[in-house]
């Protein structure tokens, strides 16, 4: 039997879990989008982060992604509270502390144009007198909710954060919502 590898643009308020077996009000998850049976995520975005999801029946690949020994990246564009300075890019590169825990190395950009997004639904929250910024950040670890406590802990909160690429593997040509099947060319893992 051959493997199945789903690309996903996982939308705003959505579980990344196919059962929501909470007491709360009906929440979204995967179930409402992908209708293909006994896969699962390789990793996971937060109920409010956005963008690519990559699903799964291959056990090993989904080791091999998900465990930080492998060190494999991931790039988000993260919109953040106010414009950075270099001593806080500076330090998102070379690693913060965040509840007792070092974080490692990482690529980060502050990006000069706004990246090609559609818009969020709901909005983020507007701050007439308070800029916004885009950074574009690579890590090669994911623990929970990390970026948005790495940009807290440098004093830029997080308001918006699209994960647009899991190694070579981009965003580009889905919208919230969308998946499609990888192909042998998507392959270089």
């Not at 690309?7 to 209708?35: A, M, W």
């Given at each position: 039997m051959?493997?199945r590898?789903?690309?996903?643009?996982?939308?705003y308020?959505?579980?990344?879990q196919?059962t929501?077996?909470?007491?709360?009000t009906?929440?979204?998850t995967?179930k409402?989008?992908?209708p293909?049976?006994?896969?699962?995520a390789?990793?996971?975005?937060?109920?409010?982060?956005?963008?690519?999801?990559?699903?799964t029946d291959d056990?090993?690949m989904?080791?091999?992604?998900?465990d930080?020994?492998?060190?494999?990246?991931r790039?988000?564009?993260?919109?953040?509270?106010r414009?950075?300075?270099?001593?806080?890019?500076?330090?998102?590169?070379?690693?913060v502390?965040?509840?007792d825990?070092?974080?490692r190395s990482?690529?980060?950009?502050?990006l000069?144009e706004?990246p090609?997004?559609p818009p969020?639904e709901?909005?983020?929250?507007?701050?007439?007198n308070?800029?916004t910024?885009w950074?574009?950040?690579?890590?090669?670890e994911?623990r929970?909710?990390q970026?948005?406590?790495?940009?807290?802990?440098v004093g830029?909160?997080?308001?918006r954060l699209v994960?647009?690429a899991i190694g070579?593997?981009?965003l580009e040509?889905?919208?919230p919502?969308?998946?499609?099947?990888?192909?042998?060319?998507?392959?270089r893992?």
């Amino acid at each position: 039997m051959a493997y199945r590898y789903i690309l996903f643009y996982k939308p705003y308020d959505v579980l990344t879990q196919f059962t929501d077996n909470s007491s709360e009000t009906k929440r979204s998850t995967l179930k409402d989008y992908i209708p293909i049976p006994n896969i699962y995520a390789v990793g996971r975005l937060d109920r409010d982060s956005e963008g690519l999801l990559l699903l799964t029946d291959d056990g090993q690949m989904q080791h091999r992604l998900s465990d930080p020994k492998f060190a494999h990246p991931r790039t988000y564009w993260v919109q953040v509270e106010r414009i950075p300075d270099a001593s806080a890019i500076s330090a998102l590169q070379t690693g913060v502390t965040i509840q007792d825990y070092r974080t490692r190395s990482a690529k980060v950009q502050l990006l000069l144009e706004e990246p090609p997004l559609p818009p969020r639904e709901p909005p983020i929250r507007f701050r007439k007198n308070v800029p916004t910024a885009w950074l574009e950040m690579t890590l090669t670890e994911g623990r929970n909710r990390q970026v948005r406590r790495m940009t807290a802990a440098v004093g830029f909160p997080t308001l918006r954060l699209v994960r647009c690429a899991i190694g070579h593997l981009r965003l580009e040509g889905l919208k919230p919502g969308e998946w499609r099947e990888l192909t042998q060319a998507d392959f270089r893992f």
